[in-house]
């Protein structure tokens, strides 16, 4: 505590701050406030600043105090200013939960090696949400007070509880015409055997859709195994369909790899919108 007091003629005194190096920036030092605001600054700047031996009118010092890492001057430190700050900056815990998850199904035609959920046999249905469950979650939905929700359908494999997704859909549309929330649908599936109709469906309704490519063919049949052995054409065809376009079987996109589990994202707005596509770091 004793580096944040004020140094005899300094000037200024210190606010908490947090520092380091990152390998992008190998010649400055990260530096950040309580406040989350931050600066770089070269290693000499940073001395002066930690060492009370800025000059307090300098353009340096008032940047500095402009992010909340000093306060200039003798007088008290502007609490309110900070505070705002800092409601500014964690105002997300008074708007509640924004992502609610309906794991619609545990079946899967998938085994891959890296599944975190508990996978079941393609046709046991008994691991489908069942109504009661459904409505239970659309209750805690409209719980939350944020005025923008993102409703993300995963599974299992999703598609195969496509009638409870539909439902849950249309649950959630007709109980929002009260509550004006903006909702986002989310769909995280190998669309596998994805439908015309349940793409209809899912351009009716704005979703955006989430598939896994882990890579070459060579890479994705191995870690995203089908008993018939061929999940990259699979796959290629639910991303085609998804665009509107005739897939070209085998050919998995993995110029857009990242890493193993990259997803990526087909934005089925419109049908005939050129799609947007989003990349994220979840598994399906
Ligand atoms: S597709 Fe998803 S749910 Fe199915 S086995 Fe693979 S990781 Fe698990």
């Known amino acids: ?19 380091g190096r990152l390998p992008t920036h190998p010649n400055e030092i990260l530096v950040a406030g309580d406040s989350g605001r931050f600066t770089f600054l070269t290693e000499s700047d940073f001395s002066a600043f930690a060492d009370h031996r800025l000059d307090p009118a300098s353009e340096l010092a008032v940047n500095l105090e402009g992010r909340d890492l000093v306060h ?5 430190i502007p609490l ?4 705002i700050a800092w409601r500014t900056r964690k105002a997300f815990v008074f708007e509640g ?23 079941q046999a393609e046709d046991d249905t008994s691991f489908d949400m069942d109504d009661a469950t459904a409505q239970a979650s659309v209750d805690r939905l409209f719980e939350t007070p944020a005025r923008r929700l993102t409703v993300e359908f995963q ?12 439902s849950i859909v249309e649950d959630i549309t007709a109980r929002n015409q009260a509550g004006h929330r903006s909702i986002t649908f989310v769909l995280a599936s190998t669309l596998h055997g994805i439908t015309a109709e349940q793409l209809a469906f899912f351009r009716e309704h704005r979703f955006e859709l989430s598939t896994s490519l882990d890579g070459p063919e060579t890479l994705h049949n191995p870690n995203r195994p089908l008993p018939s052995r061929d999940s990259p054409a699979h796959a290629t065809v639910g ?33 005939n919108q050129v799609p947007m596509w989003h990349f994220s770091s979840e598994a399906t």
């Open 1 to 19: 505590m004793e580096a944040f007091q004020p140094a005899a003629g300094s000037g200024y005194r210190l606010l908490p701050f947090r520092f």
């Open 72 to 76: 200039r001057g003798d007088g008290p």
């Open 80 to 83: 309110d200013r900070h505070a």
């Open 97 to 119: 939960p924004t992502l609610q998850i309906f794991v619609v199904s545990l079946r899967c035609h998938h085994s891959c090696s890296y599944c975190q959920v508990s996978r």
């Open 155 to 166: 599974g299992g494999e999703p598609l195969l509880a496509f009638g409870r997704i539909r």
């Open 239 to 271: 991303v085609a369909a998804a665009h509107g376009r005739t897939p070209r079987p085998r050919n998995v996109p993995h110029t857009q790899h990242r890493d193993r589990q990259t997803s990526v994202w087909a934005n089925a707005n419109s049908q």
